[in-house]
């Protein structure tokens, strides 16, 4: 006799616990879903920031939040990209923008052009043939209309200020009939694979189908279970700790977040409408916390004017985030350093796999395999991706970084990085959250010149190269001109209001 | 009527009247066929306060051919963006009257209206965002418009706040240069014709004579010429502007110049300050039915942000309009033509503006009564059109604190001032005339800083959807701040352009 | 300027042809010289090609005008393919060049049909495939550009004559700068140190240079079957029909834009509508029938009269371990085989030509390259693979030997798994590129009798009666729009009438 689920249990705390309630609700609240969360002790603090990939756009369209008033209440910031500085000591900064380079000529990828003129002596970076990347640096927002869509894929990513989202989502998920309670898990009642029931430290038994882990690092149900060992990253990401703190708010305000390697670590700033977030990822053995904070200030030439928050940090994933009837969603699963805004998208990941996968029987859980295998294969995918920053790295004579650059990658990354080396071409494999554009910006950005291009770039002849590389240079600083500043755009339609206002 | 032609131009009394009268005869009409000759005694005092201007004055300076940063340097100018009200609406509140437009007109309907549907939907009630020159005034900073092809930003609108009296003398070397001619002297008879009236000749104290053709009467509150030989006639308007006196008296610089005229409203009147390179000109107003002459010129001498440089003058004047400004072969111009207080800095341009109208009519063989009658119904549309603008800053007010501002605030005002707030109250827009100087613009902010807020606004504002309205909004907000933000410090753009010579005397 | 790059193409016949003429046609003179050598002795496999919506783009990328080809190939429209018998004796479904329905969001639309069936309301998905609703009338025309619009829902592919589609190919190929050599190879030369093929031997003596070597030659793999190391990987567990007996036969006046393919005892029976006639096979299995008795079922059931005798061809189901290997790249039958059933030969070819094109190599040639060109390769091989041993696994027939085995199979994991998910809650998984599209898998797990137990729960979310409301109206709109079409028949005959419709043809040999 086969049963539906008829009740989801999270066990969560902050964006996580909050989005897995309320994507969950959302979803299936209708058909006569459940969804009970018990809330965990919050452990964000007034100066974090959540910074978030442009993909989080379609999951706020599916929560049915208007972005703009989302943006409004957290003293969010729209941003096109991401600024990466002093990953090479002897090159300047590049920009990883949330857009593509150029367009296709002849059915030959843009990139393929490019390398060729490098070689013959174009000085123009490829960043610059990218309409996200000029209106970063020009802190425009970029308006997509009829003439950029055939050109520019633009999209936005954002910062959130940390605990004013995790309020607004929890708002949210209560308005639409997730019950919740808040409280400390105790003990978990296990039978077999699954779980029966958690109880809660006020003694409270509380019973369900299916429970979602989204507890952080914590992983209080997922990190009790044999079946999931945490697997650590610590011989790709060395870093151990990572510091919190907040600056004053910038002026005009810049539309992409900027990430500066040091000597130690790297650190990065987060632009909202109110402060500057500011977070410093290091290695411990490398410097005290003192030190760090020191770091930001020497490298950002910022003064933090806050209190300064630090927690441990290791980097990793669980061998299943799905075990029984347990699904562990965010940093249960899986930990990363947020050098790449993924930690938001991890949780989409999460939670839109288990949606397409969720169960259609409450005692025949067949869906875990497959959710298992296609999480596993996302979550790769962006490891490597976030291993390639280290990898390619030039900062030579700093011990962290020599480490890194000398380490050992994952055959998958090799395999990418040899035939971008050789061909400027980006080997894509299933389940990818980084599109080729993506690769693109932070191969090149890092110095991997291709050694060779496409021999089909060379039917077109170079007078025609040139002008249509100069036709789209033109073109981006015209459609630039006309975009309005991110400081105007933010006024109008997602101005913050102060503390107040939510 | 004379049928000779008109060769002898006599301008009597000097000041920036006078000499603005001067110079551009002598450019326009010039020295090779007519005689330009000014009457002028220093003993006489010219009122020179200080004086704020308005953009046109760039059309004046133009037919002068006057070079811009000479022009400042000479009269140790700074610039300006538009005026700050404060008090006016009441205590502790201030608005700012720019210079230039606030956004920019779309869907054929006022900028206002898209603006209004946007702040009644939650947007922010600070229209100045959206006005280049405002936001600019904010930041202390100036500079003119770079000449750029295609013009994508707002220009910047300016005037200029300049010494009077360095004006006047600046004008008058310029004037002479060209073959004007001053005559030191005090006119104690006006020999007219015996049929016509027509002016011939003046008799000066020492004996001289100087006859002429044409008679500009620039001497002032008296009209020597208009009033008290050819008796015009003066309309009073105290009943609705009770000011009738200024107290004015200069104070030091209290740090860099900011780009703008402040108006401050007062127990019985209103402050001006007007900062200019070397010091601040300060004023205060007043009606002497609400506060003696004594108490004022504490009240200002008390209130400056710098050393006083000198002993506050008294100035007494009647607000109101000569009921012909030109009769016969005489015309007057400046105060002796009529006098508004300088609330909205208009007394140059009315000035300038008689210059302009004589110029355009100037007569060859003989005065034709068809342009004369022309000349004086269009001064006195001016000056009404100027009259209303400024009541409506003091009869809108919220303020009843003392017995001035009640008076203001309960006065009967001129039908037609009635039927524009009732406009803007209703709708959004007042239908200003083209032909009058203060267009839409100028009424939208003064009546929105003064405190109405339209209920409602033109429904063609409506048309486009919540989105499209916001994302122009959002351009012109980013094309100001793009403007403001390439702008320089206005002390910066002062010495970088048209700093003037440091000064060993002052006024 | 580097030297044009030195192209030798073993083989002709349509991989041949396909290759030379992609090549010709998108690169220029400057960058590649290309040469095929053929021999007319030997015959080409050419069995009448069904093929896939694919084909569209790469004409339009190599510059192949389609109605100049379709006159030339005596070529029909396809709408999809009709499988008859395959569930069980009896039923007939076709699997639809387009979808089913519309989404809701992200929700496939038969979870929508799983609901109403579990509701009570039996509805044919195939009423609500535009492509399906007019191949079984016989009706075609070219699909809507406006997305809104219900005819625009699908796709289309061609039919033709393989034989003529390869001299259309070469006449194409040689006119763009490619040449031909006639003649057999007998030998080849490699270079000592890298092992690399330096040049190819022919009968005449003549000895031909090249710096990439792409072996067409059919099964016989003459350059790439060369390397020991190379060897072939062997699906006939799971694909085991080895032998094909195909004839032509004069055409029914019933023209239809598809594909049909009729399950028999041991194998299976295409037929594949041409203009001027019909091309008809017999693909089985030799362990479960001979090949007389085979010829006769073949003979039995042609729907006009035979024009020749059958032509016998044998095969093994499998491919190479890697298609490019050094300077050889195979493509083609040279690279592997897997039965017409989906019409995917052409495909493959496609697939292999415009991944070359995509990984072109300068020379020397880089191994990185090829490793790159073989995995994209492999994983279509695959995918395509398990898709069409699904049409085998998947059947209820109990009265032959043969189907029973099908049945019993030993199918690979990764297919296992897609069932599984399939027959639990009507998942089917989306690739981001190649074959097959989820539609395809819909159709023939639904076509081969699979049943989804549940449905993807965020159906659930439409109220009921809206949802059929919503259905109805889908298939209304369909019904109508598809009366409104032209026959089939009609279309081609004025958009592409083929040169000399009644002209007997040759028959089609068959290239090893």
Partial sequence: MSRPIARVVVVGRDAAGWLSAFALQRAFGRTGLAVQMIELPSQLSAV????????????????????????????????????????????????????????????????????????EGLAVDLEDFCLGAAAAKQNRYVLSKDTTEAFSNAAHGMHLNARTYARL????????????????????????????????????????????????????????????????????????????????????LPAFSQISAYSNGWIGLYPLQNRTAMKCVYDSSGQSDEKAAEAIGLTTGMRIESEVVVAPLESGARARAWVGNCIAVGEAAVVLEPLDAAYLHVIQLGLSRLIAFFPVEADALIEADAYNADIAAHIRNIRDFQIAHYKLNQRFGDRVWDRARDMNIPESLVYKLNLFAHRGRVALYDHESFEIENWNAILIGHGLMPRTYDPLADALPREEQIGKFKGMLHFIAEEVRTMPSLDAHLEIHAPYRGAGAQ | MQQNS???????????????????????VGTQNYSITLVESELIGTVGVGEATIPMITMYNNVLGLDEDEFVRETNATFKLGIEFVDWRRLNHSYFHPFGLYGVDMDGIGFGHHWLRWMKSGGNPDMGIFNAETEAARQRKFMRTPEQKPQTLP????????????????LRRYAEKRGAVRVEGQVVKVNQNAESGFIESLDLKDGRRVSGDLFVDCSGFRGLLIEETLQAGYEDWSHWLPANRAAAMPCARNGDPIPYTRATAREAGWQWRIPLQHRTGNGYVFSNAFISEEEAMQKLASRLDGAAMAEPRILKFVTGVRKKCWIKNCLAIGLSSGFLEPLESTSIHLSQVAIAKLLTVFPKNG?????????????????????????????????????????????????????RIELFKTRGEVMAPPAELFKETNWFA?????????????????????????????????????????????????????????????? | MNRPLEIVVVGGGTAG????????????????????????????????????????????????????????????????????????????????????????????????????????RNYNIEDFSYAIVAARRNKFEFPASDQTAVNSTYSYAYHFDATLYARFLRDFAEARGARRTEGKVVDVALHPESGDIASIKLQSGE???????????????????????????????????DTALAVPCARASEFAPHTRSTAREAGWQWRIPLQSRTGNGYVFSSAFISEDAAAATLMKNLDGAALGDPRLIRFKSGRRLKSWRGNCLSIGLASGFLEPLESTSIYLVQMAIVNLLKLFPRNPIDPILVAEFNRLVDNEYERVRDFLILHYYANTRDDSEFWKYCRNMDVPESLREKIALFVHRGHIEKYKDGLFAPPSWLSVFLGQGLRPKHYDRLADNMEMGAMFEGLDTMRRSIRERVQAMPDHDAFVRDYCPAADSDRPHAMMGAHA
């Fill in chain 1, 48 to 119: 974090d920031v959540y910074a978030a990939l442009p993909a989080l756009t379609n999951l706020h369209r599916l929560l049915g939040l208007d972005e703009n008033e989302v943006v409004s209440a957290c003293s969010g910031v729209y941003v096109q990209g991401q600024r990466f500085s002093g990953w090479s000591k002897a090159k300047p900064a590049f920009m990883h923008a949330y857009d593509t380079q150029g367009v296709v000529i002849n059915h030959v990828d843009f990139i393929q052009y490019w390398v060729k003129a490098r070689a």
């Fill in chain 1, 169 to 252: 989502l929890k708002q949210c998920a209560l308005k639409t009939g997730v019950v919740s309670t808040a409280g400390q898990i105790a003990s978990v009642n296990r039978s077999g694979a699954n779980i029966q029931s958690v109880v809660l430290s006020d003694g409270q038994i509380v019973e369900g189908d299916l429970f979602i882990d989204a507890s952080g690092v914590e992983a209080v149900l997922i990190g009790a279970m044999p079946e999931a060992p945490f697997e650590s990253w610590r011989h790709w990401f060395g870093a151990d700790r990572i510091m919190v703190a907040s600056g004053k708010r910038l002026s005009p």
């Fill in chain 2, 6 to 28: 008109i060769r002898n131009i006599v301008i009597v009394g000097g000041g920036t009247a006078g000499w603005m009268t001067a110079a551009a005869l002598s450019k326009v």
């Fill in chain 2, 155 to 170: 220009k910047i609108n300016y005037a200029f706040q300049f010494d009077a009296i360095l004006y006047a003398a600046y």
């Fill in chain 2, 367 to 419: 005065f034709n009564q068809v342009l004369v009658d022309k000349f004086n119904r269009e001064m006195q549309y001016e000056y009404s059109s100027v009259k209303d603008f400024l009541i409506a800053h003091y009869c809108v007010t919220e303020r009843e604190d003392t017995e001035f501002w009640r008076y203001c605030k309960h006065m009967d005002i001129p039908d037609s001032l009635k039927t």
């Fill in chain 2, 446 to 507: 003064v009546l929105y800083g003064q405190g109405i807020v339209p209920n409602d606004y033109h429904p063609v504002a409506d048309v486009i959807s919540e989105h499209d309205l916001k994302t122009r909004l959002a351009r012109i907000r980013s094309g100001v701040q793009d403007r403001v933000n390439g702008m320089t410090s206005h002390q910066a753009f002062i010495d970088r352009h048209c700093a003037a010579r440091p000064q060993t005397m002052s006024v």
């Fill in chain 3, 17 to 120: 042809w396909m290759t030379a003429a992609a090549l010709a046609g998108v690169l220029t003179r400057q960058q590649v010289s290309v040469r095929l050598v053929e021999s007319d002795e030997i015959g080409t496999v050419g069995v009448g090609e069904a093929t896939l919506p694919q084909m569209k783009e790469f004409n339009d990328y190599v510059g192949i005008i389609e109605s100049d080809m379709m006159r030339k190939t005596n070529a029909s429209f396809k709408l999809g393919i009709e499988f008859v018998d395959w569930g069980y004796k009896g039923s007939s479904y076709i699997h639809p060049f387009g979808a089913h329905g519309k989404p809701t969001g992200s929700i496939a639309f038969h979870h929508q049909w799983v609901r109403a069936l579990k509701a009570g």
């Fill in chain 3, 207 to 241: 000895s031909i240079a090249g710096d990439l070597f792409i072996d067409c030659s059919g099964f016989r793999g003459l350059l790439i079957g060369r390397d020991p190391a190379n060897g072939y990987e062997d699906w006939s567990k799971w694909l085991p029909c």
